[in-house]
């Protein structure tokens, strides 16, 4: 009778060290991935995708295709809000972080200047966006300059 016992409570038991465990290795695997930093590859991937999109708003620009210029001002704002953007080397109070905000106010004056169908206005916003760029850059490349 107390063996019975034993062996109704021991099937539960092992359950929970089962369940347990597999909860355990979520958590790690989870942890492990998230705070990894983005792959180099993808990185790259993700700067060169930058680079196409700033290339489309100049053909945009180029022949007056203002919901070219709409549509790619969009992409190139939600790119600076996204995780890849960040450089976790980078503290995010830093300068790095002005320039990611400057960066968005030109996507921002660039998309309302596409919409007002203002191709000056447009042109400008899209200059400030490139010299924003290479401002960046320089930061990250030649720190303390
Ligand atoms: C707020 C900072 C910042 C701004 C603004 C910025 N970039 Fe970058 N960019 C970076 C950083 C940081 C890297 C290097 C990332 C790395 O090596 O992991 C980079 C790398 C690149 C690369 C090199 C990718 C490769 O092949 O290795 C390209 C191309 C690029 N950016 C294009 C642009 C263009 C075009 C713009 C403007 C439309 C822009 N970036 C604006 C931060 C910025």
């Given at each position: 009778m107390k ?5 109704k ?45 700033s ?77 924003n ?13």
């Amino acid at each position: 009778m107390k063996d019975e016992r034993n062996m109704k409570a021991s099937i539960p038991w092992s359950l929970g060290v089962g369940l347990a465990s597999l909860a355990f290795a979520a958590i790690v695997l989870t942890a492990t991935s998230g705070g990894q930093p983005v792959p180099k590859q993808t990185r790259r991937e993700f700067m060169r995708q930058k680079l196409s999109i700033s290339k489309d708003v100049l053909e945009g620009l180029a022949l007056e295709q203002f919901t070219s210029i709409e549509k790619n001002a969009r992409a190139l704002k939600r790119l600076s809000e996204a995780a890849e953007w960040e450089i976790p080397s980078i503290p995010k109070d830093s300068d790095f972080a002005l320039f990611t905000s400057a960066f968005q106010r030109n996507a921002d004056e660039l998309l309302k200047q596409a919409k007002e169908h203002n191709i000056d206005g447009a042109t400008l916003a899209y200059l400030k966006l490139t010299m924003n760029c290479v401002e960046c850059h320089k930061f990250i490349r030649h720190p303390g300059k």
